[in-house]
């Protein structure tokens, strides 16, 4: 069981799923819109406890899930949202004891989401020019996993270079992930600094940025199954008889571009389309041409 306590985060939550961020510190008062609780009050209950606050109103405390601490957390600059974090981890292939590097870091949420996929034994080097940003992130970060002795931040532009060791000693990534407005301006040296086989990741808002981030990929000669997707999140609201998708979503947050490094050379796959495919499923297995007579070629 697990028990609120002095120093976390943890989050109340209102009757409507609003919720409400609070570090927990003997002797505070927690207000909202009036009413009030005492911090006291919170410390030591278990996660997932029905409080009373002043008014009467009932709130629900609990410790945030990643994906509710990174909505609420302080932001610098704009967070990734858990749709997306869910999915780079993933989609990158980030497993326990990858070595990772990352730009920028922004406000961390997706730098916490890598720390806990490389896990221990994984490292994450992180490349960030702002520093108000990166103190925000180490705040973030922090605050949410402690001290991280797997992590290192670089103020550093990534756009000019990547520290990836020496010829006689390399130090190669396993996985490049980029949150960047031009991750193209990277990518030369990133796919020098990754390993062969490994798995570069960025992430853009508009189309116009990947199709530089394509190209500038296919110029490398050293990446293949380069693959471009969005994805779509939408919630349903399920009471009695009402039963349908919510009103509002996050038509838009950005486009997710994946690419392996694999040897030097002109390597390309034909993307398969899903017209092409269901082509294929109506042709008989005997092929039978237009006209209907038996295809007797193969
Ligand atoms: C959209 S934010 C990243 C948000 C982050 N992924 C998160 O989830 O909180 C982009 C970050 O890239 C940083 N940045 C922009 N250009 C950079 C560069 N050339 N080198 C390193 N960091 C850069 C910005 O300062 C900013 O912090």
Redesign the pocket.
Known sequence: MKRLQAGDRVHLVDPKNRQYALTLKPGEMFQHSGARISHDELIGQLDGTLVTLSNGKIMLAIYPTLAEY?LKMP??????YPKD?ALIPMWADVYPGARVLE?????????IALLRAVGQQGQIVS????QD?ART?MKNIERYLGVVPNFSLQF????EGIDAGTAEQPQWFDRVIF????PW??IPHAIQALRRGGIYLS?VPTIPQVVQTVNALEQTREVGLIETFETLLRTWNIKGRSVRPDHRMVAHSGFVTVARKIERGVWRSTTIQQDDLSACDMEPVSKVDHQGKENDST
């Open positions: 990174t932001r610098g600059a704009q967070v990734l974090l730009a920028g870091i922004g406000s961390g949420a997706l730098t490349y960030e020019t702002r940003f992130a550093q532009d990534v756009y949150d960047l407005p031009e301006r990277a992430f």
